[in-house]
């Protein structure tokens, strides 16, 4: 395994479940220091338990995505443990109620977009306060295809993703020529431990996906290494879709059969 990581930190939201562990996972086994940033008081210290069994540095810092003093506290907390922050990704999201979009309440609504949209612009707009000072840093958002390939009853999901998707190319704008690289992964369906009961539990469930399976938490922890890596070092702004071909598929989708 390559260690393009060495000497480096990286603060990853949602980190200790699903596809955060596996991007905590991959980055710590490329030699940075991991700091996981995540709600689940269970799961964290698990994650940190896990990747420090292995050798890695590894903090966990329970944060709540939603409230804006959490992240503020999360940023100082990874500095004092770190020293640094080479590296954000901001994996951290919820779903919501999935519900028409007559009945989203505005509770549920105010909550998804406090959560998946301000709350990841107020943890990044604090990380980038110290990448300037610091002279560089990359930022990995973790998106979703869903603002191109939108599914019923995921309205405030939808929003908060495509206003994450737009964040995404402002701060590439902003950031590119102070030396911090921001870059995004729409992912597609990633059968995780939250996905599984959604999809009956089925090893491997039928999808529209080009290649013939959903994605696993891997393929995403792969391109967000390599996003964050010097091979990715002319991109800016982009947004790679990572959904096995689904955005380009003409097959009929299983999960909106299995919805009817």
Request: charged share 20%; with cysteine; glycine share 10%.
């Amino acid at each position: 395994m390559l260690r393009r990581f060495e000497n480096k930190t990286a603060l990853i939201t949602g980190g200790a479940g699903g596809i955060g562990l596996a991007i905590s996972r991959r980055f710590s086994s490329e030699g940075a220091a991991v700091v996981i940033a995540d709600i689940n008081a269970t799961t964290g210290p698990a994650a940190e338990r896990e990747l420090r069994s292995a050798g890695a540095i590894a903090h966990f810092v329970e944060m709540d995505l939603g409230r804006a003093e959490d992240t503020a506290r999360t940023v100082d907390t990874a500095l004092d443990l770190c020293g640094r922050i080479d590296i954000l990704v901001n994996c951290a999201a919820v779903l919501g109620d999935l519900k028409p979009i007559t009945e989203i309440t505005y509770e549920n609504w105010e909550r998804v977009i406090r959560t998946n949209l301000t709350g990841t612009f107020l943890l990044t707009q604090a990380v980038v306060r110290h990448m300037l000072a610091r002279g560089g840093g990359v930022i990995v958002n973790i998106l979703a295809i869903q603002p191109l390939m939108p599914l019923p009853e995921y309205g405030a999901y939808i929003a908060s993703k495509g206003g994450l998707s737009a964040l995404n190319r402002a701060l590439a704008v902003e950031l590119a020529d102070k030396g911090i690289r921001v870059n995004g992964i729409a992912v597609g369906s990633v059968l995780t431990e939250g996905s599984s009961p959604a999809l009956g539990n089925a090893v491997n469930p039928p999808t529209a996906a080009l290649v013939g399976r959903m994605g696993r938490p891997e393929d995403i922890a792969a391109v967000a290494v390599w996003l964050a890596s010097d091979d990715a070092s002319y991109l800016a702004g982009a947004i790679i879709p990572a959904d096995g071909g689904r955005l380009i598929s003409r097959k009929p989708d299983p999960f909106l059969t299995r919805r009817s």
